[in-house]
């Protein structure tokens, strides 16, 4: 293994996770905050929000996995200068990583979700070439990036879509909690689930997103947790959970 995919290996050791599945299937990641009584509330994401570099690196990894990235129009609009694309040191690293350990090559796919099409022009992610948008049938949307117009678009009529008609493996989703929380009810839906908790007792003004989750529900949907690690980061305590169904097919990771 090169000594690019080592550091990403140590790093994932250093949170607990010894492996990782090549193929996820349905992978949720999101960062919440712990009201200290089993609730989560979703962090908006902003310049007040708590920083993590440990979630930084976890969001990376997610992108680095996945061959298919869902979000959401609201989320385009919210985060006008948003990339998927991650760079830097880290960048070159999980890119080596994902080639080597992975086996993948091709960069994710990147899939908006949205219902009345109302998507910032020139938006970074529509201009990446990598952009599909699914929508209903009727909504007008900007010309480019691919369009999948549905009878009854939804997050898991997309997931379903980028399985059976694209063939994609590991589909993250990176979609806010009105559109995430199908994946809570019941069913199996998600597959793993890559959790962040801020557990400090007061958020920054603004921050406090809608209720979201709580510390039962991925049990409720049938995940195990895999691995948990406390880290206490210049904005304050932070643990990092991996939740996920028994792993299926072949296990990668450190040898
Ligand atoms: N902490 C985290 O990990 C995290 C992760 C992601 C987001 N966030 C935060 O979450 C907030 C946004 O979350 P949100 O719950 O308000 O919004 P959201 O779930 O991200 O997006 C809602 C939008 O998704 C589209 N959509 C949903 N269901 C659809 C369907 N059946 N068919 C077609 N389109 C559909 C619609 O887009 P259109 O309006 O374009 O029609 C809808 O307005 C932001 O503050 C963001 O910062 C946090």
Known sequence: MSSA????????????????????????????WSDGAGQFYALKIG??????????????LNRTR????????????????LR?????????????????????SEAPRIVILTRGGNL???????A???????????????EGPQIVRRAAPGLLDTVSYLQKEEGRETVLIEAGPST???LYQ???????????????????AGVQGHAFLTASSPDSVGLLEISRQSVREGSGLWSFHRWARLPTGRVLGTP
């Open 128 to 142: 990446s070439g990598r952009a599909l948008i699914m929508t209903g049938r009727d909504a007008s949307v900007p």
């Open 180 to 182: 995430s929380s199908v």
């Open 120 to 126: 910032p022009a020139g938006h970074p992610v529509l």
């Open 66 to 81: 996945a061959d298919a990235i869902v979000t959401t129009g609201q989320i385009l609009r919210d985060e006008p200068g």
């Open 47 to 60: 310049k007040n929000t708590p920083r993590s570099p440990t979630d930084d690196f976890l969001l990376a």
């Open 84 to 104: 998927f694309e991650v760079g830097g040191d880290l960048g070159r690293d999980l890119r080596e990583w994902r080639q080597l350990v992975l086996g993948r």
């Open 186 to 204: 019941p069913g199996q839906h998600v597959d793993e689930l890559m959790l962040s908790v801020y557990h400090e007792a007061r958020l920054p």
């Open 5 to 32: 995919a080592q550091r990403i290996e140590k790093r994932l050791r250093a949170l607990g996770i010894e492996s990782l599945p090549r193929n996820a299937g349905v992978l949720h990641g999101t960062a919440v």
